[in-house]
């Protein structure tokens, strides 16, 4: 019932800053939790950012803190993950996920319904 587009994907040297976009079709942004996640080759899916949307609550992975920024336009069905001093461990591709309610365990790829296809991000040193 719901899909999800990320874009803004792209090569950046380290130091800058890129915006991902996730805009979803099929209903309205207000009544879902929306979450960034990213992965890299050989390693498993990881928690980079959550928005829930009652309350406007937000939570980010120790890395991400105080660099990356979640934010939502719900009037253009869109998330957007703002990446600041973006580092070469940055690099991966990034997915926005979904779902109704993720509950206490928001970090966990489990507890999102929703998927998008992913966008790339390189950091170069």
């Known amino acids: 019932q719901v899909q999800l587009v990320e874009s803004g994907g792209g090569l950046v040297q380290a130091g800058g800053s890129l915006r991902l976009s996730c805009t979803a079709s099929?209903?309205?942004?207000?009544?879902?939790?929306m979450g960034w996640f990213r992965q890299t080759a050989g390693k498993d899916r990881e928690f980079v950012a959550v928005?829930?949307?009652?309350?406007?609550?937000?939570a980010y992975a120790d890395d991400a803190k105080g660099r990356f920024t979640i934010s939502r336009d719900n009037a253009q069905k869109t998330v957007f993950l703002q990446m600041n001093s973006l580092k070469p461990e940055d690099t991966a591709d990034y997915y926005c996920?979904?779902?109704?309610?993720?509950?206490?365990?928001?970090?966990?790829?489990?507890?999102?319904?929703?998927w998008g296809q992913g966008t790339q991000v390189t950091v170069s040193s």
């Open positions: 996920a979904a779902d109704l309610a993720v509950g206490g365990d928001y970090s966990s790829p489990a507890r999102y319904h929703y």
């Open positions: 099929g209903r309205t942004l207000s009544g879902l939790d």
């Open positions: 928005l829930r949307q009652i309350g406007g609550v937000t």
